[in-house]
């Protein structure tokens, strides 16, 4: 196994106690700052699975109900509770550094080994195993041998650059810019159960996320088009504070914030890749291919892609064939191009118009609420079963209510 975060984590743990024997490797050392601090209500599911939602529900993270969002001033909100399928009304928004450490602990508690401060240099996977070249802190080198690789390496994507697996995302090219702070607010100023996020007041294609931590601190950050967010003056920390202040919510809500820690920032973060699985080698979660941050899909997809490759392998090795095509990529896929689909309206403006207009009837509301919980893969839900379409023709009904009321 490639990677010791929440999808390396739940993966090792879930073949663990399969029986199988695990060693993960992961290049950085725990704890270490990451983002994708939002969790989807789906990801309880699986850290359940991999026993590990008593330690999670133990650890005191923040409680969340749902997402909030701004533009301007109109405000919208969906309760978790409201969703069509079936399942938890709440999840955790979590400082990644200590969640994913939890979790790493949880997999060795239940016998995985983890090796930090490891990198692979070189991997080789055929039908009849895979091997791996690693260099450790120290400088040593070693070559380790595997029935199977998992690689849960995230933003690293490991096996990518190594098989030559890349391919260029075909979403345009964005930039994020993002920090931790201690936020300061007054008690019942903000809604510290739900992730804000808001729609910057002059462009609808830059947006930002407050996600609040449960010890008064919280992530924000802002996302836009390269050029914008990039090309303008100053260091990383002095344009995302100039930002924050163009958006009068976040205005207000860090009018009396410390800004204690650095600021961070990506570019051309959305990625890709022309196969997810090969002979004795699957891909997870953004290893294989990430879209963007918006609806914190990120985390979601790949926990479930640990699940599923998790049985995938486990029966590979008991002798079972495996069509990795039909019983991995294509399901996955299902729910990451239901993502997909909503992160498209977001950019484009459909789901704006949806989360801001007046035409939000019961029914519809709880079928957008399920995908915003994280439930992408439930295709009873219209919404997943043809986003696409369904978007588009419940933005354009939003925008004509929205017409006539103003003409009204």
Same mark, same amino acid.
């Given at each position: ?76 909100? %969906? ?61 040593a080198h070693r070559d380790i041998r595997a029935d199977f690789l998992l690689d849960a390496s995230g933003f690293g994507r490991t096996l990518p650059r190594l ?88 205005r207000r809500l860090t009018a009396e914030a410390e800004w204690d820690t650095p600021v961070r920032e990506t570019a051309g973060y959305s990625a890709n890749v ?53 019983? %991995? ?12 689909? %909503? ?66």
């Open positions: 196994m490639i990677g010791a975060g929440p999808a390396g984590a739940i993966a090792a743990a879930l073949l663990r106690r399969r029986g199988r024997d695990v060693l993960v490797l992961e290049r950085q050392r725990f704890p270490r700052f990451s983002i994708g601090e939002s969790l989807l209500v789906h990801c309880l599911d699986f850290l359940a699975e991999a026993g590990m939602l008593d330690a999670v529900d133990a650890a005191g993270f923040q409680y969340k109900n749902g997402a909030a969002f701004a533009r301007g001033e109109q405000y919208g909100e %969906f309760d978790f509770a409201e969703a069509l399928t079936p399942g938890r009304a709440s999840t955790f928004q979590v400082e990644r550094a200590r969640f994913d450490q939890l979790l790493a602990d949880e997999a060795v508690r239940q016998g995985v080994e983890i090796r930090y401060e490891t990198e692979i240099v070189a991997a080789e996977c055929g039908r009849g195993g895979a091997g791996v070249a690693a260099c450790a802190a120290d400088g098989l030559h697996l890349e391919r260029p995302s075909d979403f345009p090219v964005r930039h994020a810019l993002y920090t931790h702070l201690a936020d300061r607010l007054p008690e019942c100023a903000f809604d510290r159960s739900k992730i804000l996020i808001a729609v910057h007041p002059q462009r609808c294609d830059i947006w930002y996320w407050v996600i609040p931590f449960a010890n008064g601190r919280c992530s924000i950050g802002v996302v836009g088009a390269r050029a914008v967010l990039a090309g303008a003056a100053g260091a990383a920390a002095e344009r995302l504070r100039g930002l924050v202040a163009e958006e009068p919510w976040l022309t196969a997810m699985h090969g002979p004795r080698f699957a891909l997870l979660g953004n290893a294989a291919e990430f879209l963007d941050p918006v609806f914190s899909s990120g985390v979601t997809i790949a926990m479930r892609s640990a699940s599923m490759a998790a049985s995938a392998v486990d029966r590979e090795l008991l002798g079972g064939s495996v069509d990795w095509d039909r019983e %991995f990529e294509r399901p996955l896929r299902v729910g990451i191009d239901c993502f997909r689909a %909503f992160v498209d309206a977001w950019y484009g403006g459909q789901l704006q118009e949806i989360f801001f207009g007046r035409a939000q009837s019961p029914d519809i509301r709880r079928m957008i609420c399920s995908v915003l919980a994280g439930f992408a893969w439930d295709d009873r839900n219209p919404f997943v079963a043809e986003p696409r379409r369904r978007l588009d023709v419940l933005a354009r009904y939003c925008a004509m209510q929205a017409a006539q009321a103003r003409q009204s």
